[in-house]
């Protein structure tokens, strides 16, 4: 199956950095600041690609964000 194609963050630091994440990392930062942006009222995407970066290290920690770390099991559903 393809992996989905993203657009990169429009923070250019935020956008070096996520390109290092493996595909379930990707895909965990997209959904938790797709989540931001439209479930909070008048949250920029930028804002919510920042958040959603935090979010991600505070979850998996600060090696997730490292280009070749190892890969983290999935999250299971109910953490989601």
């Known amino acids: ?3 989905p194609v993203y657009p990169p ?3 250019p630091a935020l956008a070096i ?3 290092g994440l493996d595909a379930n990392l990707r895909d965990w930062f997209e959904e938790r600041a797709a989540i931001r942006e439209y ?9 919510a690609e920042r958040a959603a970066w935090a979010d991600l290290l505070r979850h998996f920690g600060p090696q997730a964000g490292q280009p070749g770390a190892p890969t983290p099991p ?3 559903e109910r953490d989601r």
């Open 74 to 76: 999935e999250t299971p």
């Open 39 to 47: 479930m909070a009222e008048g949250v920029s995407r930028e804002a």
């Open 1 to 3: 199956m393809n992996e």
């Open 17 to 19: 950095k996520v390109q």
């Open 9 to 11: 963050p429009l923070d």
